[in-house]
């Protein structure tokens, strides 16, 4: 099994402190399906909890868009950039993108990887050229070229996280269960 992971979602985070007003910090939330569809968690029958229709739909479509793509770390903006350049969205084909990403976040084992605003910007956008405006600092004009730098650096480090997180976590969960 490939256990280097596969799909990226970024997100928003709550810090340590008070929920209410916590300081809020970007992420990467990343996940390797062939784990998430593998190692599920069990129900109260003891069954594994299967995936979601929604999040099967949307691992679909990311195994769909790698292929076409060459790529094989991806960005859920990836995959909805990919859609669209296919003339589809996704309710077209079958998936509530809200609920698949919901789930897609409440994934384990997943490695979630602190970015700046800047690169969060990035990551999340489906568009190639973009504009990020910088508060006071004024706004910055980011290329496709490097928005792909951004992401095969990205990539690199997950490349070079990924299989020592996911041993301690599939290590963890062995001695658990024992």
Do not use: H
């Not at 479509?61 to 060459?70: E, H, K, P, Q, V």
Request: with cysteine; glycine share 6%.
């Amino acid at each position: 099994m490939d256990d280097r992971p596969a799909v990226v979602s970024c997100r928003r985070l709550a810090l340590a402190g008070d929920a209410d007003g916590a300081e809020m910090a970007e992420a990467a939330l990343a996940i390797a399906p062939a784990v998430t569809q593998t190692v599920r968690p069990a129900g109260t029958d003891g069954q594994p909890i299967p995936l979601g229709p929604d999040l099967a739909l949307m691992l679909d479509a990311g195994s769909r868009c790698a292929a076409a793509l060459g790529k094989r770390v991806l960005f859920v903006s990836d995959i909805t950039r990919w859609l669209a350049d296919t003339s589809r969205t996704w309710e077209e084909i079958g998936a509530d993108f809200a609920t698949a990403q919901n789930e897609l976040e409440e994934q384990s084992p997943a490695l979630l990887v602190t970015v700046s605003r800047t690169a969060y910007g990035i990551l999340c956008s489906t568009i190639g050229n973009l504009t990020i405006n910088l508060d006071s600092y004024g706004k910055a004009e980011i290329m496709t070229d490097e928005c792909e730098m951004l992401r095969t650096a990205f990539e690199a480090q997950l490349d070079a996280d990924w299989p020592i997180y996911i041993r301690k976590e599939l290590a963890s969960a062995l001695t658990w269960e024992s």
